[in-house]
C-alpha cells in the first residue's frame, strides 16, 4: 500500500496526518509512504526526519495525490484538491460530511472510499478520533474566549478570574461531552463561574461529582439555557449528534440577551454550529460581530497548536492506520467493526446513515 501524505491547505492550519514516528511504523509495516516536502514543518516535524524514518519526499501536492493509493490528512479536502482526487482512491482524513455537501458529491461522482475520522468508533461506541481534537478545541475555547474578553480586542473588559473583591466571568458550556468537559476544567481552572449544560444526566452527574460545587449543572431546556445564556460572559457550544448536522441549541433571541462584548465560542461549527446567529470564521479572520456579541467560529481550532495536535491525532489514528496497511482494506474494514463504522462513502454511494440522513440521502 502506497500512503499519501500531502502539506494541509486549509488557511491557518499547521496540524500534519503522519508523524516520523508512524511513518517508521507503517513503512516497517510493508507501506510505502509519500510525504509533500515540508508537509511536518508546522508541526515541528523536519524532511530529514521523514526521510530518516523511511518516506520518500516528494516536491509538489500533485504528486503526492497522483503516487498514493491512500491519501491521510487531516482536514477534509478543499475545492482546490477536489481535482487531485482520483477515481476510486482511498481517503482517511476528518470529512465532516453532513456539512459538506459540495465534498460529498465529489466523493461519490468519484468513487471515493472515503473514511471519516470523526465516525470511527471504539468497542464501546464512543469516537476514539474525536476524542483528542474535541479535548483540545475544549481546552483553547476557554483561551480563545479569555483573549477576545479583553478590552483591546472588542471585548468587556472581564477578566475570567477576577481578583478578590471582584465578580468572575461567567462562562456558560453547552454540551457537557469531550470538548465541553475540558472547556469546564480549563474555565474551572482559571477561577471563573461556570455553568454546563447537557441533556444527559450521566454527564453532568459526572461533572457534579468531579466539581463538588464548584460547576453548576443543569438541564439544557429553554428555560436553562435562556437565563443561562444572558448572564454569560463568554458561551461556548460544544453539543454533537454524532454525524449529524449540529443542532440549534441557542436561539438569535438568547444571543441578543447577551451583555456587550460578550464571547461566543462555537466549537460545533465543524458540524454547522450549534448557535443560531454563527457562521464559520477561519484563523485569519477569526471573529465577527452580531448583536455586539463577538462570535468566534473557526473548525480547525487544534491548528493553533500544531505540535501538540499532531501528536494528540496521530497517536489516535496510528492503530487503525497500521490495521489499514498490515491486513488490506477489504480484510481490515471485516474484521474492526469500529474501523468500517468511519466509511462515510463507497462505491458512489452514502454508506454511513447518520451523513445519508443529514444530505437528504436516506
Ligand atoms: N472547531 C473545532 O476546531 C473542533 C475541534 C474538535 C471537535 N469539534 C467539534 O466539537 C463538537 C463537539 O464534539 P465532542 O467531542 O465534544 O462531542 P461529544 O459527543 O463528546 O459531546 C457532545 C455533547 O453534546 C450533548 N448534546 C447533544 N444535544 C444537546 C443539546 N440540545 N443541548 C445540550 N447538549 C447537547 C451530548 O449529550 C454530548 O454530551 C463536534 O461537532 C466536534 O466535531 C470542533
Known amino acids: 500500500?502506497?500512503?499519501?501524505?500531502?502539506?494541509?491547505?486549509?488557511?491557518?492550519?499547521?496540524?500534519?496526518?503522519?508523524?516520523?514516528?508512524?511513518?517508521?511504523?507503517?513503512?516497517?509495516?510493508?507501506?510505502?509512504?509519500?510525504?509533500?516536502?515540508?508537509?511536518?514543518?508546522?508541526?515541528?516535524?523536519?524532511?530529514?526526519?521523514?526521510?530518516?524514518?523511511?518516506?520518500?519526499?516528494?516536491?509538489?501536492?500533485?504528486?503526492?495525490?497522483?503516487?498514493?493509493?491512500?491519501?491521510?490528512?487531516?482536514?477534509?479536502?478543499?475545492?482546490?484538491?477536489?481535482?487531485?482526487?482520483?477515481?476510486?482512491?482511498?481517503?482517511?482524513?476528518?470529512?465532516?460530511?453532513?456539512?459538506?455537501?459540495?465534498?460529498?458529491?465529489?466523493?461519490?461522482?468519484?468513487?471515493?472510499?472515503g473514511i471519516a475520522y470523526e465516525t470511527v468508533e471504539a468497542n464501546d461506541g464512543s469516537y476514539p478520533l474525536l476524542k483528542p481534537m474535541s479535548q483540545i478545541a475544549g481546552r483553547l475555547a476557554i483561551q480563545v474566549g479569555a483573549y477576545f474578553l479583553q478590552s483591546q480586542h472588542g471585548g468587556s473588559g472581564v477578566l475570567l478570574g477576577g481578583i478578590p473583591g471582584t465578580l468572575p466571568g461567567h462562562v456558560v458550556v453547552v454540551g457537557a461531552g469531550n470538548s465541553g468537559a475540558h472547556a469546564v476544567q480549563m474555565a474551572a481552572g482559571m477561577g471563573a463561574r461556570v455553568t454546563v449544560l447537557d441533556l444527559d444526566t450521566r454527564k453532568l452527574e459526572a461533572l457534579d461529582s468531579e466539581y463538588r460545587g464548584r460547576v453548576v449543572t443543569l438541564m439544557s431546556n429553554p428555560?436553562?439555557?435562556?437565563?443561562?445564556?444572558?448572564?454569560?460572559?463568554?458561551?461556548?457550544?460544544?453539543?454533537?449528534?454524532?454525524?449529524?448536522?449540529?443542532?440549534?441549541?441557542?436561539?438569535?433571541?438568547?444571543?441578543?440577551?447577551?451583555?456587550?462584548?460578550?464571547?461566543?465560542?462555537?466549537?460545533?461549527?465543524?458540524?454547522?454550529?450549534?448557535?443560531?446567529?454563527?457562521?464559520?470564521?477561519?484563523?485569519?479572520?477569526?471573529?465577527?460581530?452580531?448583536?455586539?456579541?463577538?462570535?468566534?467560529?473557526?473548525?480547525?481550532?487544534?491548528?493553533?497548536?500544531?505540535?501538540?495536535?499532531?501528536?494528540?491525532?496521530?497517536?489516535?489514528t496510528e492503530p487503525f492506520v497500521a490495521t489499514l496497511v498490515q491486513k488490506g482494506v477489504e480484510r481490515a474494514l471485516a474484521e474492526h467493526p469500529g474501523l468500517a463504522k468511519g466509511v462515510n462513502t463507497r462505491d458512489g454511494k452514502v454508506v454511513c446513515g447518520a451523513v445519508a440522513k443529514a444530505l437528504g440521502y436516506a
Not at 45 to 52: C, M, S, V, W
Not at 263 to 272: E, H, P, S, T
Not at 284 to 300: C, D, L, R, S, T
Request: net charge positive; glycine share 8%.
Open 1 to 113: 500500500m502506497k500512503i499519501g501524505v500531502p502539506k494541509e491547505i486549509k488557511i491557518g492550519e499547521t496540524r500534519v496526518s503522519m508523524t516520523p514516528s508512524l511513518c517508521r511504523r507503517c513503512v516497517a509495516l510493508g507501506a510505502e509512504v509519500v510525504v509533500q516536502k515540508s508537509a511536518g514543518f508546522t508541526a515541528g516535524f523536519t524532511d530529514a526526519e521523514y526521510r530518516a524514518a523511511g518516506a520518500t519526499l516528494v516536491s509538489s501536492a500533485a504528486k503526492v495525490w497522483a503516487q498514493a493509493d491512500l491519501i491521510l490528512k487531516v482536514k477534509e479536502p478543499l475545492p482546490a484538491e477536489y481535482g487531485r482526487l482520483r477515481a476510486g482512491q482511498m481517503l482517511f482524513t476528518y470529512l465532516h460530511l453532513a456539512a459538506g455537501a459540495e465534498l460529498a458529491q465529489v466523493l461519490l461522482r468519484k468513487r471515493i472510499l
Open 223 to 316: 428555560a436553562n439555557l435562556e437565563a443561562s445564556v444572558a448572564d454569560a460572559d463568554l458561551l461556548i457550544g460544544a453539543v454533537l449528534i454524532p454525524a449529524a448536522k449540529a443542532p440549534i441549541v441557542v436561539s438569535k433571541k438568547m444571543v441578543a440577551q447577551m451583555r456587550p462584548g460578550s464571547v461566543i465560542v462555537d466549537i460545533a461549527i465543524d458540524q454547522g454550529g450549534c448557535i443560531e446567529t454563527i457562521r464559520p470564521t477561519s484563523h485569519e479572520e477569526p471573529v465577527y460581530e452580531q448583536h455586539g456579541v463577538i462570535h468566534y467560529a473557526v473548525p480547525n481550532m487544534p491548528a493553533l497548536v500544531g505540535r501538540t495536535s499532531t501528536m494528540g491525532l496521530t497517536q489516535a
